[in-house]
């Protein structure tokens, strides 16, 4: 590489149930935040409609939407029967 030539980018592969997003290197931490606060605001919504925190997933699969991205639904979890 000579001096002033771009760096080259590293690409990850994020694997959402049926669907593979390649996520740069300059990407990969907004789309941990942006996942990681999905799943905040999931779980403080089941709360907020008087769900129980034993009947919590301990892990479930984020999903695309039908665009093939991340969207806000892509963290929703579904809960065993309160």
């Known amino acids: 590489m000579r001096n002033g030539a ?8 994020i694997t959402l149930g049926d669907a593979v997003i390649a996520v ?5 931490s907004d789309t941990w ?3 990681m606060q999905g799943g ?5 919504g089941y709360f907020k409609q008087g769900g129980e925190a034993g009947n919590i997933p301990e892990t479930f699969q984020a999903k695309v939407g039908s665009s093939g991205f991340l969207d806000n639904y ?9």
Do not use: M, N
């Open 40 to 44: 905040l605001y999931s779980v403080r």
């Open 33 to 35: 935040e942006y996942l």
């Open 24 to 28: 740069k290197t300059e990407q990969l």
């Open 6 to 13: 771009p760096k080259e980018q590293k690409e990850y592969l």
């Open 74 to 82: 892509s963290t929703a979890f579904r809960c065993k029967k309160d």
